[in-house]
């Protein structure tokens, strides 16, 4: 099946590489922008949206968009899945998930991340390097773990937050949707606010909305 990554950013690059050297039963193909600056990126083509969808039909193509931002990152995944498309999901070797059938469409599950008996994800979710995702834990959609994150056991994050470098959520508590929580920052109460939270304890400093 050939495979086609959305976006030109380095974390696009990355995921092509990652892909070409685990994933060699894909064919990787090149890279999807709705407004390309350059016909090439990486050494490979760029195609446009509007091309790719007139191009490619649905059953001779899946698709991974490894975008930071969670609401962009929804945005295309929900975008192409409504024209039929499905997407595909990286987990790299080097990882720990306790049952592979938990892992839905365009989840980026990057090297040392540890997720326990019975966590369970939505599709969509991005765990950068050395994450640890403690048992029963339940994670929405469009979620983003960056790097050296802790979700204790048994708590429970709604869709589009975000967690910063080396931050720390403890067991049991319920986290709302469109939470950010800054590098460092460690909840240690149920959250129930959209917000910027920083610190630690994390304290609310503003609306996530233009961030998430």
Same mark, same amino acid.
């Given at each position: 099946m050939d495979l086609y990554i959305f976006?030109? !950013?380095?974390n696009a690059e990355m995921a092509s590489f990652y892909f070409i050297r685990d994933y060699p039963d894909l064919n990787f193909c090149g890279f999807i *922008?709705?407004?390309? *600056?350059?016909? !090439?990126?990486f050494g490979f083509p760029v195609c446009s949206s509007d091309i790719f969808i007139n191009k490619v039909p649905p059953n001779e193509a899946v698709l991974f968009a490894p975008l930071t931002k969670g609401s962009a990152r929804k945005e295309v995944f929900l975008r192409f899945k409504s024209l039929g498309y499905t997407f595909a999901s990286y987990v790299s070797p080097l990882a720990e998930v306790w049952d592979l059938s938990i892992v839905g469409e365009n989840c980026y599950i990057q090297e040392f991340n540890n997720i326990q008996y019975g966590a369970y994800f939505g599709d969509n979710c991005l765990f950068w390097a050395g994450n640890h995702i403690g048992h029963h834990s339940l994670i929405a959609p469009h979620v983003t773990f960056t790097s050296h994150?802790?979700?204790?056991?048994? =708590? !429970?994050?709604? *869709?589009?937050?975000?967690? @910063?470098?080396? =931050?720390? %959520? =403890?067991?049991?508590?319920? %986290?709302?949707?469109?939470?950010?929580?800054? &590098? @460092?920052? &460690? %909840? =240690? !109460?149920s959250i129930s606010e959209e917000g910027v939270y920083v610190g630690a304890p994390a304290r609310r400093i503003k609306s996530s909305i233009e961030i998430i």
């Open positions: 976006g030109t !950013k380095n *922008e709705d407004s390309p *600056e350059s016909p !090439k990126a994150c802790v979700l204790s056991g048994g =708590s !429970k994050v709604g *869709e589009l937050c975000y967690f @910063g470098v080396n =931050s720390t %959520i =403890s067991d049991g508590l319920n %986290i709302c949707s469109s939470v950010f929580l800054g &590098m @460092g920052g &460690m %909840i =240690s !109460k």
